[in-house]
């Protein structure tokens, strides 16, 4: 009997064992002042404090601090202080042109310049 070659691969992909994926478990450990010391989510080392995540918390970790009593994650507050606009002007902040991430301070100079001051003037 001639098998299809349809019929040889479904009959060949039978005789592999079934790869079956290793369970994910997304974890963060915590010291006892519930700071983030570690996330993990395969080969866990023995650790007994750490909560199981869902994937975004796991992702952002760096946001979370763990309340220890409450075994819990809570949100860090992160206050970025004051924060100000600017766009590009004729006077202000002076730049290097086309890089307004690099500002160049009163003792420098530099020939290819633009200015940025904030939106209210």
Not at 46 to 72: C, F, G, I, M
Not at 99 to 116: F, P, R, V
Request: hydrophobic residues 30%; charged residues 30%.
């Amino acid at each position: 009997m001639n098998l299809s070659w349809e019929e040889e691969y479904f009959k060949a992909m039978a005789s592999f064992p079934q790869i079956v994926e290793e369970l994910k478990e997304y974890r963060i450990h915590y010291d006892d002042t519930g700071w983030i010391i570690m996330c993990s989510m395969q080969q866990h080392p023995d650790s007994t404090q750490y909560l199981v995540v869902d994937l975004e918390a796991y992702e952002n970790y760096w946001r979370y601090k763990v309340n220890v009593k409450k075994k819990t994650l809570e949100k860090i507050e992160i206050d970025l202080g004051i924060s100000v606009k600017l766009k590009k002007s004729d006077h202000g902040y002076p730049v290097v042109k086309n890089h307004a991430g690099l500002i160049i301070e009163q003792d420098e100079s530099y020939d290819n310049i633009e200015y940025y001051n904030t939106n209210d003037n």
